[in-house]
C-alpha cells in the first residue's frame, strides 16, 4: 500500500533550527511536497522535491533522497509564526497525491 | 489569500438537515477538488472536476453530492449526515487536471462542520 508516515508534533525554540522528517512509500514517484497550514487556515505550498538533494528557499530548506524513501523540511532561525502544521504529500506514478497526517510544529519562546 | 474562497467558514447541522458548501477559485484554473481532514489523520480526497466534469468518486457516502457549474465553482451538498462526517472540509484546485503532471494544489480555508 502507499503510506506517508512523519512525527505527529515537534517542539521547538525560537531562533533555533528544526528538522521534520518524512517517509514515503509510493506506487511509483513523481516527487515529494510540503505545504504549511497555520491553525484555521488554507494549506499552502512551501516546497516540491523530485530530485535527490537539497533545495534552498530563504530559512526554509527541503531535502529528498529517492533511494531511502526520506524527505526533511528544514526551517531556521525560527520565527513564532512558524507555528503551524507541516503536511508531507509524496506524487504517486498516476500523478496522485498521498498524504501525511501532518507534524503540528510548536514554537515556544 | 490564496485565491480560493470557500463559505461559510463553520456550519452547525444536524443530521437531518440539508446543507450546501460553496468554493470559488479565481486563479484561471481547470480542476477543482474537494478534500476532507479530520484531526491528526491524512487528507481525504473526496471528489475530482477537471473542465467541469467529474473524474474521481473516491467511495464517498452519497450523502454527500458534488456539483460543478462551471470551472470556476464547486458546491458540496450535504444531507442526513453523521457525526463522524463532522471535519474541516477543503477546496483545492490545480492549473492542469489530475495526472496532468506535477501541478501545486491551491487551497482554501475550508469549512469546519460540526454534525451534531
Known amino acids: 500500500g502507499q503510506n506517508i508516515d512523519q512525527p505527529t508534533e515537534m517542539t521547538a525554540t525560537e531562533g533555533a533550527i528544526v528538522q521534520i522528517n518524512c517517509t514515503y512509500q509510493?506506487?511509483?514517484?513523481?516527487?515529494l511536497f510540503w505545504y504549511q497550514q497555520h491553525a484555521g487556515e488554507a494549506p499552502t505550498f512551501l516546497s516540491y522535491n523530485v530530485l535527490d538533494g537539497l533545495e534552498e528557499k530563504g530559512r526554509f530548506s527541503s531535502f529528498l533522497s529517492r533511494s531511502k524513501g526520506y524527505s526533511y523540511l528544514l526551517l531556521k532561525e525560527l520565527q513564532m509564526k512558524d507555528s503551524a502544521s507541516y503536511l508531507c504529500a509524496g506524487m504517486d506514478s498516476n500523478y496522485q497525491l498521498i498524504w501525511g497526517a501532518g507534524t503540528k510544529l510548536i514554537i515556544k519562546p | 489569500e490564496t485565491g480560493v474562497t470557500q463559505t461559510p467558514r463553520h456550519l452547525v447541522m444536524g443530521m437531518t438537515n440539508k446543507k450546501s458548501l460553496k468554493c470559488e477559485q479565481h486563479?484561471?484554473?481547470?480542476?477543482m477538488y474537494w478534500y476532507k481532514q479530520s484531526a491528526k489523520k491524512p487528507l481525504e480526497l473526496m471528489f475530482v472536476y477537471n473542465f467541469k466534469e467529474q473524474t474521481e468518486n473516491n467511495s464517498v457516502p452519497s450523502r454527500f453530492s458534488p456539483e460543478c457549474p462551471n470551472s470556476s465553482h464547486l458546491f458540496l451538498h450535504l444531507h442526513t449526515l453523521q457525526p463522524e462526517d463532522s471535519a474541516l472540509y477543503l477546496c483545492?484546485?490545480?492549473?492542469?487536471?489530475?495526472?496532468?503532471?506535477?501541478?501545486?494544489?491551491?487551497f482554501g480555508p475550508g469549512t469546519r462542520l460540526t454534525v451534531l
Open positions: 486563479l484561471g484554473h481547470n480542476a
Open positions: 509510493t506506487s511509483g514517484f513523481n516527487g
Open positions: 483545492a484546485s490545480t492549473q492542469g487536471g489530475p495526472g496532468f503532471g506535477t501541478d501545486t494544489q491551491y
